[in-house]
């Protein structure tokens, strides 16, 4: 075993299992160091390394707030399932399916809420939230 996949949160054959490094034929710029190699197909697969680097980061950032300041939102229904089950886990406030604009920023709605940090599975379907937690100096986390 190397040492990468020593330090790695979980073992690489659990990552491979669950597909987390396949990726997608769609690439940008910012996506260069997270993809391991793309094949003739033009099918990107994903660096374990870096995702397990950022899950790590995106855990230690987590750990600093209480269930109650963090709200995790998934307009995506692959996502749905997920989210549900952190919420369970954590205690975390959950918006699977569509995110009210405005919950974060407006006392005025019955739903209104307060969170220090946002979780979104995918910035731009979520992008309401994002605005949201911007505008409230909340943090954001966002996976892609």
Not at 3 to 26: A, C, M, P, R
Not at 83 to 101: N, S
Not at 103 to 119: C, G, H, R, S, Y
Request: glycine letters at 6%; charged letters at 25%.
């Amino acid at each position: 075993m190397t040492e990468q996949t020593e330090n790695l949160l979980i073992d690489s054959n659990e990552y491979l299992k669950s597909g987390i490094h396949i990726g997608t034929k769609f690439r940008t710029k910012y996506m260069e160091s997270f993809i391991y190699k793309t094949k003739p197909d033009g099918l990107s697969v994903l660096n374990l390394q870096k995702i397990d680097e950022r899950i790590n980061l995106a855990a230690s950032l987590i750990a600093n707030y209480t269930p109650e300041e963090v709200l995790i939102v998934s307009r995506r229904e692959n996502g749905w399932k997920a989210v549900k089950a952190f919420g369970r886990h954590t205690g975390c406030r959950v918006f699977a399916g569509r995110y009210p604009p405005g919950i974060l920023t407006n006392p005025q709605l019955e739903d209104f809420m307060e969170a220090k940090l946002v979780l979104v599975t995918d910035p731009w379907p979520d992008k309401d939230a994002v605005k949201d937690a911007v505008r409230v100096s909340a943090v954001v986390v966002a996976f892609c």
